[in-house]
């Protein structure tokens, strides 16, 4: 019988996988005692669906239809607004080119002002709006007070006090005098043109570029500063 049985063994079927996950998953479900009627054929699918498979997800190129930014077209009344700021450009091209910090996007930021204040055509060709709104915009921009000095030197020149008058103390005095008052008056109106904005002098970086993109080629609305130069103007 012995001999048999070892005939037995050594002629039994191969194993069954599927059998033996039926048998398995039958039982899972005994065990559970759920009023559920399962069939033991999803359980086993379900199980097979864990095993590695050939048929792998392979991601396929998707084609994102970007926005289309359509250019607005300016105004007549806008470009002779801007054709008064080159030409206000021009009249002080000497100032706007030796200083180490103006640039296009300053003189944008001017320009920004002009438009928020309402400021009619013949505003754009004063001298005085057009210092005031590019002190504000260094005061707004600028980490250093290197522009702001240029632009005060350049209104009302040096300063009294820092020049050598000899022996006319009295005349040194009352010059400084005078520099003084005059420098309080610059102040007082870029105070005055800063409340014409509703003290509203702040302007994202984006707006600023986008309105030096449509200046004109131009010795200063073109000027870049270099990266060093450029570290300096806030950007926030």
Same mark, same amino acid.
């Given at each position: 019988?012995?001999?048999?049985?070892?005939?037995?063994?050594?002629?039994?079927?191969?194993?069954?996988?599927?059998?033996?996950?039926?048998?398995?998953?039958?039982?899972?479900?005994?065990?559970?005692?759920?009023?559920?009627?399962?069939? +033991?054929?999803?359980?086993?699918?379900?199980?097979?669906?864990?095993?590695?498979?050939?048929?792998?997800?392979?991601?396929?190129?998707?084609?994102?239809?970007? +926005?289309?930014?359509?250019?607005?077209?300016?105004?007549?009344?806008?470009?002779?607004?801007?054709?008064?700021?080159?030409?206000?450009? /021009?009249?002080?091209?000497?100032?706007?080119?030796?200083?180490?910090?103006?640039?296009?996007?300053?003189?944008?930021?001017?320009?920004?002002?002009?438009?928020?204040?309402?400021?009619?055509?013949?505003?754009?060709?004063?001298?005085?709006?057009?210092?005031?709104?590019?002190?504000?915009?260094?005061?707004?921009?600028?980490?250093?007070?290197?522009?702001?000095?240029?632009?005060?030197?350049?209104?009302?020149?040096?300063?009294?006090?820092?020049?050598?008058?000899? /022996?006319?103390?009295?005349?040194?005095?009352?010059?400084?005098?005078?520099?003084?008052?005059?420098?309080?008056?610059?102040?007082?109106?870029?105070?005055?043109?800063?409340?014409?904005?509703?003290?509203?002098?702040?302007?994202?970086?984006?707006?600023?570029?986008?309105?030096?993109?449509?200046?004109?080629?131009?010795?200063?609305?073109?000027?870049?500063?270099?990266?060093?130069?450029?570290?300096?103007?806030?950007?926030?």
């Amino acid at each position: 019988m012995s001999n048999n049985k070892r005939g037995a063994t050594a002629t039994m079927n191969p194993v069954d996988n599927d059998a033996i996950m039926r048998v398995y998953a039958t039982q899972t479900l005994k065990k559970r005692r759920t009023s559920v009627d399962v069939d +033991p054929s999803l359980m086993l699918a379900q199980t097979k669906m864990m095993e590695p498979t050939a048929n792998y997800y392979k991601p396929q190129a998707v084609q994102v239809q970007l +926005p289309v930014v359509v250019a607005k077209e300016l105004s007549p009344a806008y470009l002779e607004k801007l054709a008064a700021f080159q030409k206000m450009c /021009d009249r002080h091209i000497g100032f706007l080119t030796s200083s180490i910090v103006v640039d296009k996007y300053l003189l944008s930021m001017v320009l920004i002002y002009f438009e928020r204040a309402r400021m009619k055509l013949i505003g754009y060709t004063k001298d005085r709006y057009f210092f005031y709104a590019l002190f504000l915009a260094m005061e707004m921009e600028e980490d250093t007070l290197d522009g702001l000095t240029e632009i005060i030197h350049y209104i009302l020149g040096q300063a009294p006090c820092t020049l050598n008058y000899g /022996d006319n103390r009295a005349e040194q005095i009352r010059d400084q005098r005078l520099w003084d008052q005059r420098l309080a008056q610059f102040y007082q109106g870029k105070d005055a043109f800063w409340s014409r904005l509703g003290y509203q002098a702040y302007i994202r970086f984006d707006d600023i570029v986008a309105t030096s993109e449509r200046f004109p080629p131009h010795k200063v609305l073109s000027r870049t500063r270099t990266h060093k130069e450029l570290a300096t103007f806030s950007t926030y």
